[in-house]
């Protein structure tokens, strides 16, 4: 049986399988179509810096640490998932914030992993595919492809 560490290990890792070739990589910082000044593999951040080049190992160091938070963050508001629900929850978390696992007031898919639906939550990933471009909420190719990653992940979790 696996330690929490090694868990937290391994779903950061298939996370970040997830994320690297979502997110791809931009050394110099920039605003992505929300308008978040973003770096890296998908850094957001006050210490982002505005037209700064960052090293591929600060970025790989960023995307290390945005991811282990990530994991920990689903691991905090609902411990004991199976590791690849955990990855794609925890991939969907560093790139949307902790609203979707954690806030079961606003989330379908907090409330479904609270009640141990583990395969209603995985199916809850498709619906937050949207972002806020110009004032209007529209789905991203980007973040659909994303979430049907994440859904495909987590499901596997579920069996």
Do not use: E, Y
């Given at each position: 049986m696996a330690t929490p560490k090694q868990r937290a290990a391994a779903a950061a890792v298939l996370a970040t399988i997830i994320a690297v070739p979502a997110e791809g990589i931009r050394q110099i910082a920039y605003y992505d179509p929300p308008g978040i000044l973003t770096v890296c593999y998908g850094h957001t951040g006050a210490d982002v810096v505005a037209k700064r080049l960052y090293s591929m190992d600060e970025c790989r160091a960023l995307l290390t640490a945005d991811m282990q938070k990530a994991v920990a963050t689903v691991e905090r508001c609902v411990p004991g998932l199976p590791v690849p629900v955990l990855a794609?929850?925890?991939?969907a978390v560093f790139n949307l914030g902790p609203?979707?696992?954690c806030s079961r007031?606003?989330?379908t898919a907090a409330r479904m992993l609270y009640a141990g639906d583990l395969v209603g939550a995985c199916n809850q990933l498709p619906r937050w595919d949207k972002a806020r471009v110009?004032?209007?909420m529209?789905?991203?190719p980007g973040l659909t492809k994303r979430r049907a990653a994440e859904r495909s992940l987590c499901l596997t979790g579920t069996t």
């Open positions: 794609a929850f925890a991939d609203t979707l696992v007031a606003s989330s110009l004032g209007a529209v789905a991203l």
